[in-house]
């Protein structure tokens, strides 16, 4: 997050565009975003430092913290892609309209969890803050906000599809026809970019994705022990229609 900070503050200083730093932004949040996954299912709100707890990567002035985030993939892990998992609306349907629901997954997130659970002292403290700095940000350099949010906008959206529609939903038959199936698969991709994801996120995390069937039937092993745990460890995952 800090390195995210830091493009974005040499952008607004003009030393460089956010074209040029794009790149920075999107590696640095996939694998931000893997990182804090691993910490969710082993710290506590708590214990994790405050610009994490925070989750301040100004995505939107509706978001949620590290608080109610671990939470609703706690929940995704216990019931994950049925009724009941708080992901399943951008899980559920074609692709199409699973990637809307993603792009606009921050903030529908936060409003059903404001619908189901009303706003707590510390969500109000927290989205209080994100939106003073995103606002005083959108204030000092308008232009250089903006692209930096629809960089940051794009990855969120594709890496929570990716994250959720890509690794809970197959079609029997293949993509274009046949039943739609939901359930924990792993993400299975041509030699080629499965290489360059694996180069992109590093192997250790890249294994969540590669391995999230076992990362589901194992949530407190570490993303690096994923690989060849369920060959070893056969455990049944539920798919169903
Ligand atoms: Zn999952
Ligand atoms: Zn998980």
Known sequence: MSTIWGALG???LGVASVGVLAPVIVVCYLRGALLTHELMHVRRPEQVAWPLRMMMLLETPLGLGYREHQDIHLRHHRCAAKPGDPELFQIRGGSARALAAAMLGP????????S???VSPSLRREATVRLLVMLALVLAGPSTFLAYWVVLRLTVGVSSFAF???LHYRRVGGWGAGQA??????LRLPRPLDAALRLLLSAPLAAVLCEHDAHHAWSQVKAERLRGLLAEFPVELEVRA
């Not at 903030?107 to 404001?114: D, G, K, P, S, T």
């Open 107 to 114: 903030e529908l997130a936060a409003l059903r969890w404001v």
């Open 164 to 166: 959720h529609h890509l």
């Open 10 to 12: 040499l952008a607004m």
């Open 116 to 118: 189901e659970r009303g």
């Open 181 to 186: 199936v939901y359930g924990t698969f792993p």
